[in-house]
């Protein structure tokens, strides 16, 4: 079974400052990895993915995570938080890629960025 | 980018009666849809897989003769939500994956917010 954590409901920073939202994975085989953004009253927007390759992948906005295996964590960063980066994070996983399989999301992390 | 849209993106109805949605696929095709719920500062959950020319699959728990699913083409799939009743108030979303790469990334519809009075 798939599961992902998200251990902070709510990360405040200050803009300009950086930025971690963290995540943490549980799947069977080799986990395929994603982050989506969320803006009040809208669908998620595709963020970043890690599917094999660079640790560290770079991805929308300035956004970059770092796939770390050994402590099943995939946070995501950013180097100086805007204050229009204030939105729901979702972080998501499965242990396949084939097509049209769904995901499994985290509950989800509010990130206020304070001006 | 790819582009996917839903239709209405807000609706209001009596108790009782019953709402269609659409989610469509603008620049690709999809042959598999995901429709989600989502409750207030809560994440998505999986309600159903919509599979273009064959029934949904149904995740546990979700009423199947309340919400119906027909994924008529390759770019629209349609949730109905039969007999609405205030309980069923939510954020819909739809999600239809496109491959690039040799694997797919979800692209998310923006949302419907049904309010049953």
């Known amino acids: 079974a798939q599961s992902v954590a998200q251990p902070e409901d709510q990360v405040n920073v200050a803009e300009g400052n950086p930025l971690t939202v963290k995540c943490t994975y549980s799947?069977?085989?080799?986990?395929?990895l994603f982050w989506y953004v969320q803006y009040p009253n809208r669908g998620l927007q595709f963020l970043l993915k890690?599917?094999?390759?660079?640790?560290l992948v770079k991805g929308s906005y300035g956004f970059e995570a770092e796939f770390n295996k050994s402590q099943t964590s995939f946070h995501l960063k950013k180097p100086s938080a805007l204050v229009s980066d204030s939105a729901l994070y979702f972080c998501?996983?499965?242990?396949?890629?084939?097509?049209?399989?769904?995901?499994?999301f985290g509950p989800g992390t509010r990130l206020s960025v304070l001006p | 980018g790819a582009v996917v849209s839903q239709h209405p993106s807000r609706v209001i109805c009596k108790s009782g009666t019953s709402v269609k949605i659409e989610c469509r696929s603008l620049?690709?095709?999809?042959?598999?849809m995901f429709w989600y719920r989502q409750f207030p500062k809560q994440s998505l959950m999986l309600m159903a897989t919509?599979?273009?020319?064959?029934?949904?699959?149904?995740e546990q728990g979700v009423e199947k003769d309340k919400f119906l699913i027909n994924h008529a083409s390759l770019t629209l799939s349609t949730l109905t939500v039969t007999s609405a009743h205030p309980e069923d108030s939510s954020f819909y979303i739809c999600?239809?994956?496109?491959?690039?790469?040799?694997?797919?990334?979800?692209?998310f519809g923006p949302g419907t917010r049904l309010t049953v009075l």
């Open positions: 999600s239809a994956p496109r491959t690039s790469g040799g694997t797919d990334t979800q692209y």
């Open positions: 799947v069977s085989g080799n986990p395929y």
């Open positions: 890690y599917i094999t390759g660079d640790n």
């Open positions: 998501a996983v499965r242990d396949t890629w084939n097509y049209g399989q769904n995901f499994v």
């Open positions: 620049d690709f095709q999809a042959t598999t």
């Open positions: 919509s599979n273009e020319g064959s029934k949904a699959t149904y």
